[in-house]
Every structure is written in C-alpha cells, then in structure tokens.
C-alpha cells in the first residue's frame, strides 16, 4: 500500500515557516523530503541517518558505494566536513554561491564530498531549518529525466516520498555543474546550469 505525501504549497520568496518547520521535521525523523532548488527538485534525506541513506538509495535505485553530495544553506558550513577549503574552491564558492554549482572537495578523512549551496529561498529556509546535514540527488529515479515541478515529482515517486514542498517550476530547469578541485586543480565532472568557459574564467582570474 502507497501513501500520498503531504503536499505543501510555498511559492515565493517568503516561505511559510510553519510549513518548511513540518517539511524539515519530517526529513528529521528519517523521510525523503522533495524540495525545489533553481536547477530542478532535489530528494533530502538526513546525511547522518543510515536507515534513511538506505531509503534514499532504495527509491533512487542508486549503488549504496555511490555518495551523494550535500545540500547547506551557508557557506560556512562547508568548514565542518573539511580540514581546510581549497583555495580554488574558496574562489568558485565566492563567484558562484548561491548557484548551480556543486563543489566536490576532500574532507577531513581524506575522501571527497560534494557541496551544493542553492540559489533558492525555499531550498536555503528549509535546509537552515533542518539543523542535520541533506543529501539530496535530484527527486527521480536514478537515469530519469530530474524533475522541474512538483507534479513530475509526484509522477516519478509517489508512494515513495513523504513530503513535497511546492515551490513551482524551477528556474533554470537544468542540474548543477559539478567541479571537483583537489590538488591545486579544478576539473568539471558534469556538465550543467553554468557552462565550463565560466568556471574557467573564475580560477583563471
């Protein structure tokens, strides 16, 4: 038996606190809460909840050895995860944050992690709201086209999300860039939202 998820309705740039407060308790608890960023809606779960990665990864149909990157609502929380940020990170944070970009960097352990800061007020309200660490791919399965409203939402995952905060179509429509910096280089690891020449530009300034 599949459950309907609650559907909120927060279009605009002052999003109802009260409705992001349950969305964020939700994703607390241990559920898969869809939310919108400017690139498409992405599917949260709590980072530090293992029962709720392995639900992630279940309704996704992703490998469970196949990270996912972080979504944070201030740049500084980047600091908790690494020993030290990257000076070429340091620079595409500042150009680009709040943006479509995804940074992978290493942590404080040595591997990598993504950091995706969006550019989106609901986004930014309800990760700040969540007060844990959100992995959150984009709300589809996993080699499905990401979703662009809450309606292709609910047509790819319903029964298997438990909550979508209904921000309207998203802006941009298309995933986030991704650049990994280690080493002292940057390297573009999927194209998206902003073009390669631009992120050539910031760390050739």
């Given at each position: 038996m599949t459950v309907a998820p609650n559907v909120f309705g927060v279009a605009g740039d002052?999003?109802?606190?009260?409705?992001?407060?349950?969305?964020?308790?939700?994703?607390?608890?241990?559920?898969?809460?869809a939310f919108p960023t400017e690139t498409v809606y992405g599917?949260?779960?709590?980072?530090?909840?293992?029962?709720?990665?392995e639900r992630l990864n279940r309704v996704k149909g992703r490998p469970p050895d196949k990270p996912y990157s972080l979504h944070i609502h201030a740049p500084d929380q980047?600091?908790?995860f690494v020993a030290s940020v990257p000076p070429l990170?340091?620079?595409?944070?500042?150009r680009f944050w709040p943006g479509p970009l995804t940074i992978v960097m290493?942590?404080?352990?040595?591997?990598?992690?993504?950091f995706r800061l969006p550019d989106h007020p609901i986004a930014r309200?309800?990760?700040?709201?969540?007060g844990v660490p959100v992995a959150a791919p984009s709300a589809n399965r996993s080699g499905s086209p990401p979703p662009t409203d809450a309606n292709e939402v609910l047509?790819?995952?319903?029964?298997?999300?438990?909550?979508?905060?209904?921000?309207?179509?998203?802006?941009l429509g298309r995933e986030s860039t991704v650049v990994e910096v280690r080493d002292g280089r940057a390297e573009i690891r999927r194209e998206g939202a902003?073009?390669?020449?631009?992120?050539?530009?910031?760390?050739?300034r």
């Open positions: 002052a999003p109802d606190p009260a409705l992001i407060a349950q969305a964020a308790q939700v994703l607390r608890g241990g559920g898969l809460v599917l949260g779960a709590d980072a530090a909840n293992p029962a709720a990665i980047v600091r908790a990170a340091a620079t595409l944070m500042e290493p942590d404080a352990q040595g591997k990598t992690v993504g309200a309800f990760l700040k709201a969540c047509a790819a995952l319903d029964g298997s999300v438990d909550c979508i905060l209904d921000g309207g179509p998203t802006r902003i073009p390669p020449e631009a992120i050539l530009a910031a760390i050739r």
